[in-house]
């Protein structure tokens, strides 16, 4: 169904995107709109979040223009390797094995990733206290590396999702004891008003590992990496980055 989804987005946007591509100030951003509040759909299906926000300002302050176009997680990096389009801004973690396919700009905010867990199960002050237990993680994520390394080491076991939402059932459901993600996420899980999920989860503990987020780009390609990296340096030195952070993280 992603695959499917994928590709009719593909067609509705190619056009868009190649004729967007020609013009020198027009930048198009692939972004999976699935995942608030840093990127997701409003009920008039427009995408919003901190992460629209923060490029549009940066293409304010830089003197371009930001066309976001929705593409699923699976397909995105591929995507942009193939040069449907000229950058991604989706809670991108910069790591190593990223930055030997595709460029970065400047980090733009740095996230801790904690555990998720029932609102009636202890602390969790370390990996070693989930050793014999169940744990969810987005498979292709950074939290999905970061739990690799410790997993074996400490008797967890791995349950990857392609999507954040099943997580949720899944989790006060009892299927599983705990899942890794972004800390703005779990804050928004926390916060849900929804019955099924409401004052049922909370963050186990301080953040166990750090994450920094940047806008990635074709490899070798210096003159949208230049473009977005000075807008991208005034917003945050600006007192806009403050608000925006408020706004959606706060």
Known sequence: MKKMFATIVMLAFMSVASASMAESDVVVIATDPTNPPMQMLDSTKKIVGFDIDIMNEAAKAGGFKANFIPIVWDDIFSGLLQGNYDAIMSSVTITSERKQTMDFTVPYLVVGQVLLVRSNEKPVGSFKDLSRRVVGVLSGSASETELNKVSQSNSISVERYSDLSPMFADLV????????????????????????????????????TYEYFGIAVKKGNVKVLNMLNAGLRKVLASEEYSAILERWLK
């Open 173 to 208: 459901g009892g299927k599983i004891d705990a899942f890794f993600c972004d800390d703005y996420y779990a804050s928004a899980a926390v916060k849900s008003t929804d019955p099924k999920y409401k004052d049922r989860m909370k963050i186990a503990g301080p953040a166990l």
